[in-house]
């Protein structure tokens, strides 16, 4: 006789416009069963998913018997915190990925990624836990992006491009081939970056050209 594995009930932690779209993905993925969302506004719903209530309440759930949590949240710094919390409390975190994303052969994903419709992601490219890959952007072969990165709507990495940990690539941003951006580093929508970026750097325009240090 065979057994099919019942769905792992999950929770989303945020309950904000991120945690709609990753709601409306992992909804269609028959490994999971949404329990309800983590937010402050307790009489809030997020795509018919009822908001729990605070960060507090993880705790309580894992005790509860649910194992595993998706972080919806869009700041990378405070996604990157709460996704190492919620493992320090046993969680498993999964990974959103839109059926309408292409992942080629070769591609490898962390824990708690977030890939978004319309994404194309090419052979032996490696996408770092934590991180969204989200609509419409691409990230040509041989791509490394770090942990806890955004790589915002219809941005275009060439191939060969490495993005540091908590990087932030906004809008439209375009990036050539073997390029470097460091660690912590906001990018401006639109931006295109034909020469490597230090960490912790603000760059905006066409070419990007770093502003300030991000303290």
Request: with cysteine; proline share 5%.
């Amino acid at each position: 006789m065979f057994h099919h594995a019942l769905p792992n009930k999950t929770v989303i932690i945020g309950a904000g416009g991120h945690a709609k779209v990753i709601a409306d993905i992992l909804r269609h993925d028959p490994h999971v069963e949404l329990i309800g969302c983590i937010g402050h506004d307790s009489s809030a719903t997020v795509l018919g998913l009822t908001v729990l209530g605070g960060d507090e309440l993880l705790p309580e759930l894992h005790e509860q018997g649910v194992r595993h949590a998706f972080v919806a949240i869009g700041n990378n710094a405070r996604r990157h915190a709460l996704a190492k919390h919620a493992e320090a409390l046993g969680f498993e975190l999964v990974n959103a990925i839109s059926p309408r994303a292409y992942l080629a052969t070769g591609v490898t994903l962390g824990t708690g990624v977030a890939v978004m419709p319309g994404c194309v992601i090419q052979p032996d490219t490696r996408i770092g836990s934590y991180s969204i890959i989200n609509t419409g952007a691409t990230v040509d072969h041989d791509g490394n992006i770090g942990n806890a990165c955004h790589i915002a709507p219809g941005c275009h990495l060439s191939g060969n491009v490495t993005v540091g940990d908590e990087s932030f690539l906004g809008t439209g941003t375009s990036v050539i081939d073997g390029m470097r951006i460091g660690e912590g580093c906001m990018i401006g929508a639109g931006a295109a970056v034909i020469s490597p970026i230090p960490s912790f750097s603000l760059a905006v325009g066409v070419p990007a050209v770093v502003k300030r240090t991000l303290a």
